[in-house]
């Protein structure tokens, strides 16, 4: 099971960083971009970048919940957005594992063990496993970041704003679930209008 696909959201801030950096889709044309991947512009429109700096990087520190077994198993994915300052805050990798650990291109091929939530990359994909009951609150303690009604990693507002499927959510954005295929935002600042959807791999 490979759980790497990339959000609208996040599609287009990694294309805006690497236009940044002065990569291209053309190896020979590093200004070229061919047809059908050209991002459409109502969508580029929306699309916030990646914040600069550690305090939109914050690393994995927390606990491994549940049991941690050598193998992942069957997982059920769920997809989590942050935003912060109108930029976005990367979920971070290595969530719910332990070492040794290999990397293949930014992602954790292999690890000592797996715990129930877990993150592979830096996409906002969790990966829950299959019976366990885990909520936001569970993905944040587990990253070892803190969350609460005025509170998200390393941001503070008035207001956490939540939303599931693209709709409102009220009350503590702690307990929300994360079932699977859902997609949830959270956000800190000005509002960025959140996606309905994510696009997941089949059978995740």
Known sequence: MRAHALSASAAVAA?????????????????????????PAALAREARPIGRGARFHPPAGGPVLGACRP???????????????????????SIGTRPPRQWEEGRIAAAGCYGALVTLEPTGVVLIRRGARLTVADLFRSWGQPLGRQRMASFSAHEVTAFVDGRRRNGPVGR????????IVLEVGPYVPPHAAYLFPPGD
């Open 71 to 93: 193998g992942l198993g069957h997982r059920d994915a769920v997809h989590v957005e942050l935003f912060a300052a109108n930029r976005v805050t990367l979920v971070a990798s």
């Open 176 to 183: 929300i679930a994360l079932r699977r295929h859902a997609e």
């Open 15 to 39: 294309a805006i960083v690497l236009s940044a950096c002065g990569a291209g889709a053309g190896a020979g044309n590093p200004g070229r971009r061919d047809a059908g991947q050209r991002i």
